[in-house]
C-alpha cells in the first residue's frame, strides 16, 4: 500500500484528480530583515510560513541558519554573529524553529502592543480607498490597546486630508469606526 501511495504522489495523479507537490508551489521568499521593530511581525510570519511549505523536513538547525542569513545590516549583524556564537559553543539551543523566531520577535520587537501602536502611528490612506484602509486599520488595532476616541482620533489622522477637511466642514464626529 505504502508503495502504492509513493507511485501516486510521484506521478502526482490521484483517480483523475491533479496532485501539487511541496515542491512546485511557488512561495514567496521573505525579505531580509535588518532590525526594523515594525516589521517583525510580517519577518516571523513570512519565515514560518516559508519553513512550513519548504523546509519542513530540514533539520532544525539548517533552518536557524537559513533564517539567520536574511537577517542583515548595522546592529542586527551583531546579534546574528552573537547567536551563531552560542549555537555553534552549545551555550544556546532551540528544539523548534518557533522558539528561536519567538526569540527573535522578543529581541527586536518588544511586546505586540508597542509594534502595533508603532504601525498605527504610520498608518495612512494614501492611494488606498476608504473601504481598503478600514480593513487595514482593523487589522492593525487588534492588537494595539487602543480604544475609544484614541482609535477616532488615529482614524482621522490616518485618513486623506480632503476627506478629513470634509468631515471637519460638516462637524461631524465620529463615534466608532463604523460609522
Known sequence: MQAQLQALAERGVEEGATMIATTSIEVARPQVFN???????????????????????VAIEKQIQWVLSYIQGGSADVWK?????DLEGGLLEYETVGE???????????????????ELKRLEQRGKTMEEFVQKF??????????RRLLVEEFKRGINTTIRQRLIELEWQLGSIEQ
Request: aromatic share 10%; glycine share 8%.
Open 100 to 118: 528561536f523566531l519567538a526569540d527573535i520577535r522578543k529581541e527586536f520587537g518588544g511586546d505586540k502592543e508597542s509594534v502595533k501602536v508603532a
Open 81 to 85: 554573529e552573537n547567536i551563531l556564537e
Open 35 to 57: 532590525r526594523t521593530s515594525s516589521k517583525i511581525l510580517g519577518f516571523v510570519m513570512a519565515y514560518r510560513l516559508y519553513i512550513r511549505m519548504k523546509m519542513r523536513r
Open 138 to 147: 482593523r487589522r492593525v488595532v487588534k492588537e494595539s490597546g487602543y480604544e
